[in-house]
């Protein structure tokens, strides 16, 4: 673009006639007209004219040019709607017209007016301006010059505008003020003043000059006289009130900060960040925290300088109204940017003492961070006190690998710190034992013993616990010595002593040392007031002196548990019972086995109750009463060993009185109903007197051969020394050569005498070798065999198989049979634990609730087991709907998050509050689990995405996003779905934000 030359030397006025040569008089007239109309501002005449010339036939192609100029110029002085698309359509019909210039000029123009300031300057560079009238360049200059700065190509507005200052009548004072303008906004405020001061006169400038005159002072810290000046012009403008108040703010006057700011931004639709900031921090100021926060987070602090100080702010601002969740995530947001040495230090210090302070170390992030800040500013003014938290955070955290890790990294410990990682053992040792890790126990208990005298307290725990671990693992001598040294030991836990006592005499107990045992057992009931463990102590003591053959005082010992425990004494009972028998009293014998099976309906000794109440009526010769008894017993347990020998004795009891027949028809019951038992055997044995007794003996060879291998009456030789060899090589574990010989016997003796022994032994060394297939064939041999002695402990095995193997419908009626049958209370519990975890898996809820009951009842359960059956049958509940039922068991097992089983609790009972919209409930639960702590950390983070989600459902993104970023920081595990769902949950919050 040529300069503005020609401004200032004249103007060249648009010539619109050329020669014309032989005009029709009446287009001629008509466009004369038409142009001299134009000329007066007719632009709606000029048009008409021309469109009518245009019409003419006769009419010249150059006066067609004109015509169709005149009318596009007309429009264009009319502000005609889409004039752009006619001037754009004469430029590309006339590409060599002497008006191509003035075209692009109003092309430009037309641009200008719609504020579309890129085509403005598109049209306005190809016009040469030389070719443009003195007026049309002053308009050129101006409107381009205004584009210029709309485009921020701010040199050549600035070049433009400074010519019409200097040069131009018309647009001098405006071509000053939108110098000024673009001066203001470049932050170049002494250049905008001047030139502000030139048109603060002029009428048409003046107010808008004193507005931008006051953001000068406002922009140069003239805050007084901002704040003096400003109010008279607010009811100008309004937005005023933003200057004045953030000028108050800097005088401290932060109650007036407030006003001016509060109505400037309830006026205005506008969230600037440091605007919100200020306005947070004038509330801040004034100690009103919950408006502070409100305005900080209104704020949408960003990962920059701003945004790392008002995330200090919210943390302090959080700490004052006591939520220290929230404090904690925002102090971590500020000390995770670097933009600011000092606040990021003040704001780990913040996280890393309120980290501490509060035991919000979720995923053992409070000792890692204290580290990180001992290791960042060793020489902090803050260091003494992290020091300090560090050592007492050892003693605290639940993430106990890490406090040992963090601990190794300390090159010369004091002695804080050795007493701080000797309660680590011990704490790590009650984990692994919670978790029923009885191993790993004892090698944490044994570390936390032999770790020195710093922690004297835990040491001497430690040893009962230890003791408590080799117990479990059936090493009752070195468990009786940790008990002994532990109650030998000076400083103790007193609540453990009685135990110690109690577990000293079972140790003795186990290993058959009942005179050590019955000592024992009688101090601890001297000194323990818990009448349950009373109770079990008292029938313990009965037991000893049963083994020592002193009745009368066993009988004793059985009424005090009576009386002490009466709702759990069927053990007692019995035994009593059993007392009663031996001293004779056969009919005190019956009724205490009659006082039990109508007390304790569902007790495990009711099938010896029976038993032994038909041999009460054996030796008081009621042989009717005792086979009533017995066949009661068959019926009501038909799988139990009572029950077949039961039968033997019923077919005895019929030989006895001398009824050969009846004695012939119980035999053959037995063998029918159990063919393949040592009953069977016996039976068949004694059926032969009985036939002979009937002098039948044929008949009785018949029947025999009647049964084929069921059972055999007589052992040959081979067949005996052939199977002996084989247990023999089993009972000493050669396994190799115990395999071949059971394999070897089954294959010699299809119907062998031992052929369901050689499968159980068999199945056994298939099972510890792991070739789970084979095993499952053995031990199915030996259930299709019938009631036999090996029969619970294949159930046992071959349910187990199923269910490692993942075929929970096969395994849960092996479970059930197991759990309705087993003799074993261990295996009866087994059994039921079976069923809950097999039936919860297969969502059979009501079957789930029925077997948890029945294990949750149960004496003798390991607290692990109750602990999981409570757990499946929580979630049962659920499934069913059984909300209250539901609650209560996962608020029991919440209690205890050392356990898989209460870690996951803790998450589903907020989960459950979530889902029933109960939020502060479920916030209440979350907060709760952070403080408390787990080393199950997956079901931690699980929550810390819940509390997000409560968050976000409540419109508070921010919160959301911290709990999240937190999470993404500080949990270790990838090889689950945590932060895939972090991510995503993310991403939906930046969306969210974004619209």
């Known amino acids: 673009m040529k300069k503005l030359f020609f401004l200032l030397c004249g103007l060249v006025f648009l010539h619109f006639t050329e020669a014309q040569n032989l005009i029709p008089p009446q287009s001629d007239l008509l466009f004369e007209e038409g142009k001299s109309m134009f000329e007066a501002g007719n632009y709606s005449g000029c048009v008409s004219r021309m469109l009518t010339v245009k019409r003419s036939v006769d009419v010249r192609p150059s006066v067609l040019e004109e015509a169709d100029f005149l009318i596009i110029a007309s429009g264009f002085h009319q502000n005609k709607a889409g004039i752009e698309v006619d001037l754009q359509d004469f430029l590309n019909i006339y590409r060599q017209s002497v008006h191509i210039n003035e075209v692009y000029f109003m092309l430009g123009s037309t641009y200008f007016r719609k504020n579309d300031f890129i085509k403005a300057v598109e049209g306005f560079a190809e016009a040469d301006l030389d070719k443009l009238s003195l007026v049309q360049q002053e308009d050129y200059a101006y409107r381009l010059g205004i584009s210029y700065i709309e485009t921020e190509n701010f040199l050549e507005a600035e070049r433009l505008l400074q010519i019409l200052r200097l040069k131009s009548v018309t647009y001098k004072d405006a071509a000053a003020f939108y110098l000024a303008s673009m001066y203001f906004s470049n932050e170049k405020y002494d250049n905008a003043l001047e030139l502000f001061q030139i048109v603060k006169d002029v009428d048409e400038f003046k107010d808008d000059a004193e507005y931008f005159l006051l953001q000068i002072d406002f922009a140069k810290g003239r805050y007084e006289k901002v704040a003096k000046d400003g109010k008279a012009l607010i009811p100008k403008y309004p937005d005023v009130k933003r200057v004045v108040g953030l000028s108050c703010f800097q005088l401290n006057d932060y109650a007036k900060a407030i006003d001016f700011l509060k109505e400037y931004f309830e006026e205005n639709n506008v969230n600037d960040t440091k605007d919100r900031y200020t306005f947070g921090l004038s509330y801040f100021y004034l100690g009103n925290f919950s408006r502070a926060v409100a305005n900080f987070n209104k704020s949408n602090p960003l990962n920059d300088e701003l945004g790392q100080n008002i995330f200090l702010l919210l943390g302090q601002s959080y700490l004052h109204l006591g939520d220290f969740s929230k404090a904690l995530m925002a102090f971590q947001s500020a000390s995770s940017m670097d933009f600011n040495p000092s606040v990021k230090e003040a704001a780990m210090y913040n996280y890393v003492m309120l980290l501490h302070q509060s035991s919000n170390s979720a995923f053992g992030q409070s000792v890692t961070a204290l580290e990180d800040f001992i290791n960042l500013y060793p020489n902090s003014i803050y260091a003494d006190k992290v020091n300090d938290a560090l050592i007492d955070v050892y003693l605290t955290t639940k993430s106990y690998e890490t406090a040992l890790n963090s601990i190794s990294r300390i090159k010369n410990p004091g002695m804080k710190i050795n007493q701080a990682r000797q309660k680590i053992y011990f704490y790590l040792g009650t984990v692994n034992f919670t978790n029923s890790d009885y191993e790993n126990a004892e090698i944490y208990f044994t570390k936390a013993i032999s770790a020195g005298n710093y922690a004297q307290i835990e040491k001497n725990d430690a040893l009962f616990w230890r003791g408590e671990s080799f117990y479990k693992l059936g090493n009752y001598i070195n468990a009786e010595n940790d008990f ?321 193997g993942e075929n929970f419908e096969d395994a849960l009626p092996i479970y059930e049979r197991l759990q309705n049958t087993a003799e074993n209370h261990a295996n009866r519990n087994i059994g039921a634990l079976g069923v809950v975890r097999a039936a919860g898996i297969l969502n059979k809820h009501n079957l789930v609730i029925s077997s948890a009951n029945l294990l949750i009842k149960s004496e003798n359960a390991e607290i692990t087991a109750l602990t999981e059956a409570r757990f499946f049958r929580a979630k049962a509940y659920l499934a069913l709907n059984e909300n209250i039922l539901a609650e209560n068991d996962l608020i029991e097992l919440a209690k205890d998050t050392r356990t898989p089983f209460g870690a996951e609790s803790k998450y589903l009972l907020a989960k459950f509050y979530f889902d029933n919209r109960q939020m502060e409930k479920a916030r209440e639960v979350i907060q709760d689990y952070i403080k408390q702590g787990t080393p199950h950390a997956y079901w931690l983070a699980r929550s810390f995405i819940l509390i997000s989600d409560i968050y976000a459902s409540e419109g508070e993104g921010l919160q959301a996003r911290q709990y999240l970023e937190s999470l993404k920081n500080n949990y270790k595990g990838y090889d689950d779905d945590i932060h895939g769902e972090i991510e995503r949950r993310l991403d939906v919050l930046s969306k969210g934000n974004n619209e």
């Open 484 to 804: 002994i040294a532990f109650l030998n030991a000076g400083v103790k836990s007193k609540e453990l002593t009685n135990l110690a006592v109690y577990n000293v005499a079972y140790c003795a107990f186990n290993r058959h040392k009942y005179a050590d045992a019955e000592r024992n057992f009688l101090r601890y009931t001297n000194i323990e007031k818990d009448p349950a463990t009373v109770a079990d102590a008292f029938a313990r003591l009965g037991d000893c002196y049963f083994h020592n053959r002193q009745f009368a005082n066993a009988e004793n010992a059985y009424n005090r548990a009576i009386s002490l425990a009466p709702a759990k004494s069927d053990y007692a009972v019995f035994q009593k019972g059993y007392v009663l028998g031996l001293q004779k009293d056969y009919a005190g014998k019956i009724s205490q086995m009659n006082l039990l099976i109508s007390d304790h309906p569902e007790s495990p000794y009711l099938p010896d109750a029976l038993y032994e109440k038909g041999r009460a009526y054996v030796l008081l010769n009621a042989v009717n009463d005792a086979i009533d008894t017995y066949r009661f017993l068959i019926k009501r347990f038909p799988e139990s060993s009572n029950a077949r020998k039961a039968a033997l004795q019923i077919g005895l009891l019929y030989f006895n009185a001398d009824m050969p027949e009846q004695a012939a028809g119980a035999y053959k019951e037995v063998i029918r109903l159990y063919p393949g038992s040592d009953e069977a055997k016996t039976a068949v044995q004694d059926l032969k007197s009985v036939y002979i007794d009937l002098n039948d003996v044929n008949a009785y060879a018949d029947y025999v051969k009647s049964l084929g291998g069921a059972a055999k009456f007589d052992v040959s030789e081979q067949d005996s020394l052939t199977y002996l060899a084989a247990e023999r090589f089993f009972l000493r574990n050669e396994t190799d050569k115990a395999q071949n010989a059971l394999i070897n016997y089954l294959q010699q003796f299809a119907d062998g005498t031992f052929n369901t022994n050689a499968h159980y032994y068999l199945g056994q060394i298939y099972y510890e070798a792991k070739n789970f297939e084979k095993a499952k064939d053995e031990f199915k041999k030996v259930l299709d065999a019938g009631n036999n002695r090996f029969m619970e402990e294949s159930l046992v095995k071959l349910a187990g198989i199923y269910f490692d």
